[in-house]
C-alpha cells in the first residue's frame, strides 16, 4: 500500500498533537478541583544530572527542594537530605 506525500508529511505532527493533547488532558484535575485546593508536598528535585552511587555531598549540591502536587511524588521520593 502506497501512502501518499502528504500524509507521510503530515502524519508525524498529527500524532505529535495528540499526544501532546492526551498528556495535557491527563495532567489537569478531573474531578474540577482548582490546582490550589490540592495537596502540596516537599520533594528533592536534581537540578544537574547525578551518575548512581553519587556521594551524598553531590547529591546536595545538585538538589532543590519544590513543591509539588502530591499526585506526581514518586514512591520513595525523598523529601529532605538529612
Known amino acids: 500500500m502506497k501512502i501518499p506525500p502528504r500524509v507521510r508529511r503530515l502524519a508525524p505532527a498529527a500524532i505529535a498533537f495528540t499526544l501532546v493533547a492526551l498528556g ?5 484535575p478531573s474531578s474540577g478541583e482548582s490546582a490550589a485546593e490540592r ?5 528533592l ?9 553519587a556521594p551524598a555531598s553531590d547529591v546536595a549540591r545538585a538538589a532543590e527542594v519544590r ?3 502530591e499526585s506526581l511524588v514518586a514512591e520513595g521520593a525523598l523529601t529532605a537530605l538529612d
Open 24 to 28: 495535557a488532558a491527563a495532567a489537569l
Open 45 to 53: 528535585v536534581a537540578s544537574a544530572s547525578l551518575r548512581s552511587g
Open 67 to 69: 513543591m509539588v502536587d
Open 39 to 43: 495537596p502540596r508536598v516537599a520533594v
